[in-house]
Each structure stands twice: as C-alpha cells, then as structure tokens.
C-alpha cells in the first residue's frame, strides 16, 4: 500500500513555519491515510535519532588572525584594492609595456617613452646580433658536452673498477679466459657508452638549434612589426 | 552579554578581543556543521578556519539585514561545497581517505584547554553516537547529507534552502524525502544485524 502525497505530506509536516489551517489539512490526510502515518513516524523517528549528535568541542586554535594581532597598526580588511592585487598589477603593466614594445629613453630633450618597434634598426645589425648570439651558443654547447664527456668517463670508470672487483672476488684468481672477457666486455661497454654519448649530443644540439630558431623567428617578426610602421 | 552586531564594530575597530568572542560564541556550531558535512576531523577542522578566515575577510560587508548566524552559515555552507568540489577533484573522497584522515589526526588535537574535564564515559558514548550518525550520513550523496544538515541541524526551511542552493524548493523537497528515507533504511538494517 503506497500514497501518492507521502513525499509531499512528509515534507510540509517537517516544515517548521506550517500555518494552522496547512497542519490541520495534513493531519486530517494523516487520520485518514495509515501509510502516510506510518511513513510520516518513520521520517519524525529518523530526524530524532539524527538529532542526538551531542556537538564535539573544538580543538585548540588560533583564533584571533595576525592582523589583528599587530598592535598600534590600523586595521584594514582587505578590499579590492587590497595589497593582494599588487603583484597582478605590476605583471599587468609589464606585459602590456611588452607587447606595446614601450621604449623609455633618455634624451636631451628629457626622459621620452616611445611605443612601437624602432624602425631604425637595420637587418644587418640584427644579423649580426643573430651571429653573435648564435656563436655564444655555440661556445657553450660544446663547454657542455666537455663537461658531460668528462662525467660520462668518471662514472664508467668507477663501474669498470667495480666489475673487476665483483670479477675478481668471484674466480679468485685472474685466468687469461676471464681477462679476455672482461676486456670484450669493456669493450662492448664502451661502443654502448659511445651511442649514448652520440645521442645525448644530438640531443642537446637539436634543443640549442630550436632556441635558435625560435630567437630567429622572433627577430623576423619584430623587424616585420618594425618594418610595417 | 555584548550582541553580535556591537562585537562586529568593536572586531572592525580592530578589537582582537571582540573578535575572539565572536569566535568562541559560534565555533562548535561551525565546527559541528563541518564534521556532518565532511565525516572527519581533520577536513572539519579546516572547513572551520577557512569559514571563520572567510568571515573575518568579509566581515565589513555585513549590513546587518539578516541575523549573523545566517550570513556567516552562507558562508560556511559555500566553503563546503568549494572544499568537497576540492576534494572530489582530488580524488580525496573515499573512504580510506577519511579513514587516513582520521588515522593521521593529532591526538593531542583533542585536548581542549578552554573547557572542563568531561566524564570519560559520557565523552565515550558521545563521540561513538557521533561516529554512528556520520557513518550514516557518509553513506549519502554530498548533495543529500549537505541538505539533511541544512533541515534537520540547522532548521532551514525548503524555501531557504532552495535560495542558498539556487535549486527549486521542489528538489530540494524530493531531495531531503529521499535522503530520509535512505537513512531510515540505514538505520533499520544496523538494528537487524544487532
């Protein structure tokens, strides 16, 4: 046996602002209707057990925020213009002044801000800036890979020392058959170490010639922006 | 015993003091409303400070046009939902999470220096009432344990409700009626095992 105003009755009963006469129409629904009656203790039963969570103390905390702490300074909750907006601001106004390409310089005629790019820089100043910049990165490609190079023979002679110690202390003495292993074994070693050392140059070149490529590109775009004023 | 809206002034003016028994005034109702809401103490404790931090933050726009219970529970129920969306987003909703969570609370959290020393016993067989009820609640949807705590703890009525959560009072009215009836079987079926 089921009723369709259940929901409905259970809900407005639970209401607690009912007026007088929406009671006395549900409790006279509830005279009449056994399983509205029977839900309705149900839902009363329900919420009453719910209703014996005893509140839990709060553990020990800091009440009071620093900022009210602070003697003799005035208080200020923050606002919109609070100082939180500050670092938002400034990389606001740098990132405009960057894509504005603003230029501030000083001049006889005083501090002058410009907007735009300089149309007075030549392709071959530029080319030479490229040159330049392209040798630096050479320079220190190749400082990296000495560097690298040197780490790479350090770390294989520490394993090598290693594996004849781990050889050694295994057959106890040093046949002519296990030296001649060993040596095959270093020497495979050593064309593996080579392949890696070829791919991590590639490596590394490929990502420096990228940032070259993308410094290349952005110098075209700013002397076809300078160009096009 | 000062009224809330002189306390506000006096903690605006900078009063720390005022603040502190603001604070202390409603504290174990915000910290109990969060410990329903988010089943352990640990995650209660936080949706605490972010509701009072919250409240401290806004505390100059309150006008006065609504008791101070009722704005500061707005907030607090909008930390709520924010922190479950959190948590949700970070997968923390399950229930070894919760049992971390538990696991990992300070037990020297607990002690609470500003009251009395309860009965252990009463102490006992609050916190495993207490444990009951959030072990039924957990077992609702967030959505059914947010409003079974906003009409049945907090005596909201279906209309409020349907204003605080931007949902027709009819759903939030279905919504209640089915989380009710899910705990009443709940709560049958703990009986017949027992």
Redo the contacts between chains.
């Keep these: 046996m089921t009723c369709h105003k259940t929901?409905?009755l259970?809900?407005e009963y639970?209401?607690?602002?009912l007026s007088g006469r929406q009671r006395s129409i549900l409790e006279q629904h509830l005279r009449e209707c056994a399983y509205c009656r029977q839900e309705l203790g149900?839902?009363q039963?329900?919420?009453a057990?719910?209703?014996?969570?005893?509140?839990?103390?709060?553990?020990?905390?800091n009440?009071?925020?620093e900022s009210?702490?602070k003697p003799g300074k005035?208080?200020r909750?923050?606002?919109f213009f609070g100082w939180q907006w500050a670092p938002l601001a400034v990389s606001f106004v740098l990132a405009l002044a960057v894509l504005t390409n603003v230029r501030i310089s000083n001049t006889s005629d005083g501090l002058v801000v410009a907007f735009g790019g300089d149309a007075g820089v030549s392709e071959a100043v530029l080319l030479e800036q490229m040159a330049r910049f392209e040798g630096q990165q050479r320079l220190q490609q190749e400082e990296r890979m000495q560097t690298l190079t040197v780490r790479m023979e350090q770390r294989q002679d520490a394993a090598n020392v290693q594996l004849i110690e781990s050889v050694v202390s295994q057959f106890g003495e040093t046949t002519s058959r296990s030296l001649e292993q060993v040596i095959a074994y270093f020497e495979e070693q050593r064309q593996q170490d080579l392949q890696v050392l070829q791919s991590s140059y590639q490596q590394l070149a490929d990502s420096d010639y990228q940032t070259i490529r993308s410094v290349q590109q952005l110098a075209t775009y700013v002397q076809y922006q300078a160009g096009s004023r | 015993m000062k009224q809330d809206e002189a306390l506000i002034g006096d903690a605006l003016s900078g009063s720390a003091r005022a603040w502190e028994v603001l604070v202390k005034r409603y504290e174990t109702r915000v910290y109990n409303f969060s410990l329903r809401l988010m089943g352990n103490q640990t995650d209660a404790f936080d949706l605490m400070q972010e509701v009072f931090l919250g409240v401290f933050r806004n505390l100059h726009r309150f006008r006065g046009e609504s008791l101070f219970t009722t704005w500061m529970f707005r907030i607090a129920h909008n930390k709520a939902v924010d922190m479950n969306r959190r948590r949700r987003l970070f997968n923390e909703h399950d229930l070894y999470a919760q049992q971390d969570a538990e696991d990992d609370a300070d037990p020297l959290d607990q002690l609470t220096a500003d009251l009395p020393l309860q009965d252990p016993a009463a102490v006992l067989s609050e916190q495993r009432s207490n444990r009951d009820i959030n072990r039924f609640l957990s077992a609702l949807s967030w959505d059914q344990r947010l409003i079974v705590e906003l009409k049945v703890f907090q005596s909201h009525t279906f209309d409020e409700i349907a204003e605080l959560q931007d949902i027709p009072a009819n759903t939030a009215k279905t919504r209640f009626y089915t989380a009710l009836k899910k705990l009443k079987d709940l709560m049958e079926q703990e009986h017949d095992m027992s």
């Design positions: 929901e409905f259970i809900t639970l209401e607690a602002d149900a839902a039963q329900t919420q057990q719910l209703r014996t969570w005893q509140d839990e103390t709060v553990p020990h905390w009440r009071v925020p009210l702490l005035p208080r909750i923050s606002g």
